[in-house]
């Protein structure tokens, strides 16, 4: 099985290069990538700068890290700073600054400060809470549970802002006509794809969710031009899945990868990629907000293609639900008792 490369972080940073010296950061960024593109379609308008740049972050040289996390520290303050003031912030060249702005989808430093500036205006107007994500020990619950309240709403919003309408209908239009879908997920990605799994063949889609290297790997090796493959990973570089969806490719599926970042190793083993926008709590490991941005995205595939299928649908929603009816006890949503010969 082919070895995944960690991605590089802004703990890793190689020492700073000088901010008044021509930039160093080209051969880098060929060594780690290949020639300098840019990732992408331009960021929208409506589209908020730092989910596509926290998207990006992993996959982005040394150099252009320290940017980034000037620019997330403080947006507002970035807005209001010259592209100068920001290359000594970062410790690097105003050069390797631009290049960031092209890494991210903006035309340039002046581009960005706009963004981030419009993107300011539109959270303070938002919300005025200023909760942040990092949950301590000394926090009460009522503030733990406002904190991931927040975390998991803001996942959902700004997953639905970035998300891809094309690339989503080009989904949904794969999964619509396959033949058979398989799923491949594995720790807190498993659940979501049982999830979508569950959903499909509730409307009668033949689909199978899989997080069994093994079993995904057997899954993946009998599909065909007629199948469809679905990896999900939040960090896009879980060998299991991007080991089976490159299998499943290499026999003819046609492959989607639904991820947080899409620089990541599963989006070179996908025909069609997905994006999700999470910013986890404290407790990062536990999947919280990541699995309520990837379940979302769920919902919209669940939703389109049973769109696709409006009346088989419907159909088999309504036989699964009276399927299940005898197994639910005799009593509605309000404590009153249904009549018994319904059992709905």
């Known amino acids: 099985m082919p070895t995944v490369s960690k991605f590089p972080t802004v703990s890793s940073a190689s020492p700073a290069d000088s901010p008044t ?9 060929d060594a780690e990538h290949g020639p300098e593109t840019t990732v992408g379609q331009s960021l929208d308008a409506d589209a908020s700068p730092l989910v596509r740049i926290r998207s ?3 996959g982005l040289a040394r150099a252009e890290q320290r940017v980034a996390k000037v620019v997330l520290d403080d947006p507002s303050a970035v807005a209001r700073r010259s592209i100068t003031e920001v290359a000594l912030a970062a410790n690097t ?3 390797t600054v631009t290049r960031f702005c092209k890494a991210i989808g903006v035309g340039g430093y002046p581009q960005l400060r706009i963004a981030l500036a419009a993107d300011t205006a539109r959270s303070a107007a938002r919300s005025t809470r200023n909760l942040g994500g990092d949950i301590t020990r000394d926090d009460e619950l009522s503030s733990v549970v406002s904190k991931v309240s927040y975390a998991d709403a803001r996942a959902v919003e700004e997953t639905a802002e970035q998300l891809d309408i094309g690339q989503l209908e080009q989904v949904i239009d794969i999964l ?10 594995v720790g807190a990605s498993a659940f979501v794809a049982a999830d979508l799994q569950q959903k499909l063949h509730r409307i009668g889609r033949i689909s199978f969710a899989w997080s069994d290297t093994h079993i995904m790997l057997t899954s993946a090796a009998v599909l065909n031009s007629g199948d469809v493959a679905v990896g999900i990973s939040h960090t896009g570089a ?9 299998v499943a490719r290499e026999h003819g599926a046609t492959t989607v990868a639904l991820t947080n970042f899409p620089r990541s190793p599963v989006t070179e083993v996908a025909d069609h990629v997905l994006t999700t926008a999470a910013r986890e709590t ?4 536990g999947a919280t907000a990541s699995r309520i941005a990837q379940l979302t995205v769920i919902d919209c595939l669940f939703i389109g293609v049973a769109q696709r299928h409006m009346d088989d649908a419907v159909s088999a929603l309504d036989a699964t639900r009276d399927a299940v009816g005898t197994h639910r006890l005799g009593v509605r949503p309000d404590g009153r008792r249904r009549p018994r010969e319904t059992g709905k």
Do not use: N
């Open 21 to 29: 010296e021509p930039s160093t950061d080209g051969p880098e960024r």
């Open 56 to 58: 990006l972050l992993p």
């Open 93 to 95: 060249s105003e050069t």
């Open 176 to 185: 619509a006509a396959a033949g058979r879908v398989d799923v491949y997920g």
């Open 238 to 246: 879980t060998t299991d899945t991007v080991e089976a969806l490159r």
């Open 282 to 285: 404290t407790f990062r490991s």
